[in-house]
């Protein structure tokens, strides 16, 4: 099964995609995540990302349709799950092209919705372990041992360089201006399925279940 989780900055789209990967074995492909390993790993082309990304700008279609079409030529385990892409109709037409260059397809589009105000709060409460990219917050969702990993037991936890205010807006921008449109996009195309972004995670993970067992 093949699905995207389409959603503003801070809906719980990688949250909600962490758990689809342990109970499902599936695949999260999340261009934020390919994109910051570019980054901190100094290549060319994380040179290049690394001040669109932290200003909140959409990096280059072409650049993130190539991180994609890299990973859907490896193993498919039980499918992928596409956590911020596609962003961009150019990019989600190129991922039903690049789906049916493997024999892929897409099941499922799973929109999360919030509204602006939650969106504030959750991306600047929000943290990472700096191991295994489990992800916290700081009112809703703490780890156990202050500092210490519920996941694998590291320690250390990360902040984003986006995860401000500044940012959030033009991230917010870009998605309304640019991403929104696929929710009409894949509501034509008979694929869409909305959740409440705004509920418990538990609840979340719940309507998600329910969503992806229509598909
Ligand atoms: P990306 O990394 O994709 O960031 P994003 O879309 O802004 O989404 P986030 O990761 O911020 O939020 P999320 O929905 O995953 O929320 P999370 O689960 O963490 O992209 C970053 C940048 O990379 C972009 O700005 C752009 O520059 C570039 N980029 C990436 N893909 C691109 C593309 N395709 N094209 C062009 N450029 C691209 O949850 C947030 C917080 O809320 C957490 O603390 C969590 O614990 C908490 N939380 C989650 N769910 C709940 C809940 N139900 N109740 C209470 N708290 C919750």
Do not use: W
Not at 171 to 179: A, G, I
Request: with cysteine; hydrophobic share 35%; aromatic share 4%.
């Amino acid at each position: 099964m093949n699905i995207i989780l389409l959603g503003p900055p801070g809906a719980g789209k990688g949250t909600q995609a962490r758990h689809l990967v342990e109970t499902r074995n599936m695949i999260q492909l999340s261009t934020g995540d390919m994109l910051r390993e570019a980054k901190d790993s100094g290549s060319e082309m994380g040179k290049i990302v690394a001040g669109v990304m932290a200003r909140g700008d959409l990096v280059t279609d072409e650049i993130v349709i190539g991180l994609i079409r890299e990973k859907l030529e490896g193993d498919k385990k039980g499918g992928f799950i596409f956590d911020g892409f596609p962003r961009t109709l150019a990019q989600a037409d190129a991922l039903t092209t690049l789906l049916a260059e493997q024999n892929e397809s897409l099941d499922a589009v799973i929109e999360m919705q919030v509204d602006d105000e939650a969106l504030v709060a959750r991306i600047t409460g929000r943290y990472t372990c700096g191991n295994c990219g489990e992800v916290y917050h700081s009112e809703t969702k703490k780890e156990t041992v202050e500092g210490v990993c519920d996941k694998c037991g590291a320690q250390g936890m990360k902040h984003r360089a986006d995860d401000n205010e500044d940012s959030l807006r033009t991230r917010l921008m870009e998605y309304y201006k640019k991403t929104s449109p696929l929710i009409g996009y894949y509501y034509a195309k008979g694929q869409l399925s909305s959740v409440d972004g705004l509920a418990e995670i538990a609840d979340v993970r719940a309507d998600i279940a329910k969503a992806l067992a229509k598909s």
